[in-house]
């Protein structure tokens, strides 16, 4: 794979499965599939799906559920514009360069050099592969590539797919830009940068078999397993904070200002950002807003 369809794939990848699920099991007889939410009021209507940035080709998610909340939306929105993916793809590719001369392993200690070179070796990467990255970026491209070679693809993800459902007849919108994005990640401190490459990396040899366990919960909705699955990826509450649920409380006031315009939308979002403590579910309902699960 090339450096710079890897790049594209880690732009469309984002942040992915990540973050905590809530505590919801399926009523008995439920029929499985992805959860969906809604908030309404008396003439907007909002559906809250959480998706899996990366899939692979044969899952098959887009139930009678989904589809008719889809078909019956005016607006489709996802975390950022899924138009533009050579926009993300050189966003991303710029931020995530170290300045020249600089080298990521010579960042690292002596301990976390060997683990990390021992997981590129692995991965049949050479061990000065992505000495020219900053350490957020190489994380993410460290979490992205086992997943890739076991069959994921983010060609196959649920936001690609739902892009192209929509076509030309669906407005669409964004609750974020790449660049606010890449931020979140390129603005934390040199010292978080590189403790979260470490968690990466130690989590590189169990990555595939997480997420494929991660992506059958999802597929069921039982999102209380998915929780507890989830829950063991983000340990670290400033990382949490930053990369979840902050952003979940800006996006449920943005959804918060649109029920204020008639219509009915269709919000699609990694599906850590729709769970547990701190979701975005639970920053609506702290605004009085009830929040309904559709099975």
Known sequence: MSFKRLVASVAALALGLSGCATVETPPSGAVPGPALWAVSDADTTIYLFGTVH????????????IEKAFNASDELVTEVDLTDVSGS??????????????????????????????????LGLPVEALDK????????????????RSGYDTEA???????????ESKKRDALETIDQQIALFDGMPLEA???FLDQTVEAVPSSTNSLDAMVAEWLEGDAKQLAALMNSEM?????????????????????????????????AVGAGHLAGKGSVQDQLRKRGLKVRRIW
Not at 240 to 266: C, D, H, K, M
């Open 54 to 65: 990366a899939l692979p080709k044969d899952k098959n998610w887009f139930d009678g559920r």
């Open 89 to 122: 793809t050189s966003a991303l590719q710029a931020a995530g360069m170290l300045p020249e001369g600089k080298s990521l392993r010579d960042m690292m200690t002596p301990e976390n050099r060997q683990e990390y070179e021992a997981a590129l070796v692995s």
């Open 133 to 148: 990255i900053e350490p957020w970026f190489a994380a993410m491209t460290l979490s992205l590539l086992p997943v890739l």
């Open 157 to 167: 993800g649920v936001e690609k797919a739902l892009g192209g459902f929509a076509g």
């Open 193 to 195: 940068q590189l403790a």
């Open 235 to 267: 340990s670290d509450p400033a990382l949490y904070e930053r990369l979840l649920t902050s952003r979940n409380a800006n996006w449920a006031g943005w959804i918060v200002q649109r029920l204020e315009q008639p219509g009915t939308v269709f919000i």
